[in-house]
């Protein structure tokens, strides 16, 4: 399956956790690279973390920094990205991206799509 594919999301009061899921087909190379994004209403896809798949270096947004982590499991070919602290303004469809590029931040260097997940923090 070359399209990846997102779970994991849900309701979740302020201050709590919620960890995703994406299922993803990698390669191996220098610049491939499994993405995070969100969407929240009315707002731009903004990007949320990144992880290459050769050496798992990994990129954060800086208002999700010590909050959010990216990691994965190579057995089952899954990037998970650990949220906590999580605070309204985390609400968003949550989307799984990969491709090459040497530019993880930007939302036009990705190939493949998943059809997101919806992550609700409430007040």
């Known amino acids: 399956q070359v399209q990846p594919v997102e779970s994991g999301g849900g309701l979740v009061q302020t201050g709590g956790s919620l960890r995703l899921s994406c299922a993803a087909k990698v390669r191996a190379d220098s610049t491939y690279t499994v993405a995070w994004f969100r969407q929240a209403p009315g707002k731009d896809r903004e990007f949320v973390a990144a992880?290459?798949?050769?050496?798992?270096?990994?990129l954060l947004r800086n208002s999700v920094k010590g909050r959010f982590t990216i990691f994965r499991d190579n057995e089952k070919n899954i990037v998970y990205l650990q949220m906590n602290s999580l605070q309204p303004e985390d609400t968003a469809v949550y989307y799984c991206?990969?491709?090459?590029?040497?530019?993880?931040?930007?939302?036009?260097?990705?190939?493949?799509w998943g059809r997101g997940t919806q992550v609700t923090v409430s007040s």
């Open positions: 991206a990969t491709g090459r590029t040497l530019r993880p931040e930007l939302r036009t260097a990705y190939e493949y």
């Open positions: 992880m290459r798949s050769n050496n798992a270096s990994t």
